[in-house]
């Protein structure tokens, strides 16, 4: 049964309809992925999923569940998203060991992480120094610490050098050969080709299709 599944998920932000009666589902062990233009409600759907904002109408469900804010999540479902937005004089250690002792999860993952993510080196370093690109890779350290089964990645390669992006390319295929389901979102195709075996297109918040790669490069 689905990992993911969203029912009529809906999220209006004063006139606007950010997300607009959005339903489908995310099975299990693949790569997803979310492709629609910037604005079209991807990030919105992600929050909404994570819990961290509240739908207007209708639910998203992980495991069967719905999620909430008061739930310590990060064990079944971990996500980066707008990772430029971590700033300030903590360094990266202390910024994922505050996240892991609210999530109960210990000290050790916290060194692990950071070495999976090849920031091991710059641990100590102050986050207020650290590129657009390291602080992506320290999302994905964020999102990988509860070592969950389900991971969303909003636009992971934006901002970075083609060395990240292959980087991230090859995360994404070793973490869904693990068995792990991905959420992958981004507003270019061809990246998607790249990593995702379906794709869930949307346009201002609403579905436009799903289909399998394979389908829509016979199709387009
Ligand atoms: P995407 O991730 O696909 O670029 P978003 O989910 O960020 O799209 O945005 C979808 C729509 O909702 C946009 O029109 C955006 O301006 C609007 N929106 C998103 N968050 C808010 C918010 N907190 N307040 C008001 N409007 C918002
Ligand atoms: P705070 O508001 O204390 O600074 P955050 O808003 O960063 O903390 O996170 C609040 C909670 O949301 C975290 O304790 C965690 O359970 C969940 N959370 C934060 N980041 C992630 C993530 N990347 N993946 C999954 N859950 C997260």
């Not at 629609?36 to 991807?42: F, M, R, S, V, Y």
């Not at 207007?56 to 971990?78: D, F, W």
């Not at 969303?152 to 995360?171: A, H, K, Q, T």
Request: glycine share 12%; proline share 4%; charged share 20%.
């Amino acid at each position: 049964h689905a990992v993911i599944e969203l029912q009529h998920l809906t999220k209006r932000y004063g006139g606007t309809l950010a997300v607009d009666d959005l339903s489908f589902n995310v099975e299990p062990g693949h790569v997803t992925g979310f492709l629609g233009p910037n604005g079209a409600g991807k990030s919105t759907t992600m929050r909404l999923i994570l819990g961290l904002d509240t739908p207007t109408s209708g639910q998203a469900l992980i495991n069967g569940h719905r999620y909430t804010s008061l739930r310590k999540p990060m064990r079944e479902v971990g996500a980066l998203l707008d990772a430029g937005a971590v700033h300030g004089g903590r360094s990266a250690y202390n910024h994922l060991l505050a996240l892991a002792r609210t999530n109960d999860i210990g000290p050790r993952r916290v060194a692990e992480v950071l070495e999976e993510v090849g920031l091991a080196g710059v641990a100590r370093k102050r986050l207020s120094g650290f590129s657009l690109g390291m602080k992506q890779r320290l999302g994905i350290a964020a999102a990988l610490l509860g070592d969950p089964g389900v991971l969303m990645f909003d636009e992971p390669v934006n901002g970075l050098d083609p060395d990240g992006v292959r980087w991230i390319r090859d995360l994404m295929r070793s973490l869904a050969a693990e068995g792990r389901t991905i959420l992958l979102s981004s507003h270019l195709m061809s990246e998607m080709a790249l990593t995702a075996e379906r794709i869930v297109i949307i346009g201002r918040g609403r579905l436009i299709t799903e289909a399998t790669v394979a389908d829509l490069t016979s199709r387009y």
